[in-house]
């Protein structure tokens, strides 16, 4: 399964290329519940932040830019507060070695190094500002933009990576922590998957896929790219929950038998990739017949994945 995707976050580029409005309300109920809520319960990528902080013309998109500023200030702060603690520990710990090797003491100068560097290293990344490619990867519980169409209207709107079942509380998640992929030959068999299917569909628009594989034995994260082109349209399904204070609005893409070349890199599935022409009958969810859909996946846009391990 895709544990890990390269995500388009250029919002308002993708409402251009899908004619699809920025549903701006959902992304400023996104941020306002993330700096309400703890840094961990809403994983926005820096990528979809950089989208809102370049320069904010409408009351809208200007409070989203004054939650983001005001979240990360509260980061920094947080971050500078892990530093100082841990070479507090740290120092201590060399103290005590100092006099006596301990385990103790040995384990309080590695995890305190360890805290300390990936503290700095994440400060550092805040304070600069700069963005990297790996910054647009998403993982199970990220949050990604998503192209979706409600009574006749397409949009784009913030979704969560990890689909959760209209009614199931946040237990579901840990329950069940691979509904963040379906596979396509599932789909009118699991419950939360055939709930939605023919009902909500989405496109999540990716540039690479990572999987683990294994090498000589040994686990590898290898990097799925197209060679042909650089985008590709992810088919997906979502839900809308409301079963808790916020409401919740999560999508899994759907995947598919390896391509071969993707199968002798040692992995056995492959989002689809879905051909243009078939956006509209996608995304409509209008079909009377879920046989209809299987052209989707059937006739499926030729590609060739190359692949590298990722860095």
């Keep these: 399964m895709c544990y890990s995707a390269m995500v388009n976050m250029h919002v308002k580029e993708l409402g251009l290329t899908y004619k699809a409005r920025v549903q701006i309300d959902m992304f400023e109920d996104l941020f306002r519940e993330r700096l309400a809520a703890s840094a961990s319960a809403v994983n926005n990528p820096r990528p979809l932040e950089a989208a809102f902080l370049e320069k904010p013309k409408s009351a809208p998109e200007m409070r989203i830019a004054k939650s983001i500023r005001e979240f990360q200030a509260r980061e920094r702060k947080a971050l500078a507060a892990e530093i100082k603690a841990q070479s507090k520990r ?3 710990a060399e103290k005590a070695l100092a006099g006596k090797v301990t385990k103790k003491a040995q384990n309080d100068q590695r995890i305190a190094t360890s805290k300390i560097e990936k503290a700095e290293f994440r400060l550092g990344l805040l304070e600069s500002g700069k963005i990297s490619e ?3 990867r998403i993982w199970p519980g990220s949050y990604a933009p998503l192209i979706v169409e ?3 209207e397409r949009s784009v709107r913030p979704f969560r990576y990890l689909l959760r079942p209209f ?3 946040a ?4 329950k069940f922590e691979g509904s963040y992929n379906a596979r396509r030959d599932r789909l009118e068999e699991v419950f939360w998957w055939k709930s939605v299917y023919g009902k909500r569909h989405g496109i999540l628009p990716i540039h690479a896929f990572f999987e683990h594989v294994k090498v000589k034995g040994k686990n590898v994260v290898l990097r799925f790219e197209p060679k042909a082109f650089t985008e590709m349209a992810v088919p997906c399904i979502w839900d809308r929950n409301e079963a808790e204070d916020f409401t919740l609005h999560s999508f899994a893409l759907i995947t598919d038998d390896p391509n071969p070349e ?3 890199a040692g992995h056995d599935r492959t989002p689809v990739v879905m051909r243009p022409k078939y956006i509209d009958l996608w995304l409509g969810a209008a079909a009377k017949d879920l046989a209809e859909y299987a052209v989707v996946f059937d006739d499926k846009q030729p590609t060739y994945f190359e692949h590298e391990v990722a860095a």
Excluded: H, P
């Excluded at 237990?171 to 840990?174: G, K, L, N, S």
């Design 150 to 152: 409600t009574e006749g």
């Design 262 to 264: 993707v199968a002798a």
């Design 167 to 169: 009614g199931q509380s």
């Design 171 to 174: 237990a579901f998640d840990r």
């Design 134 to 136: 790996s910054d647009s």
């Design 90 to 92: 740290l120092a201590a």
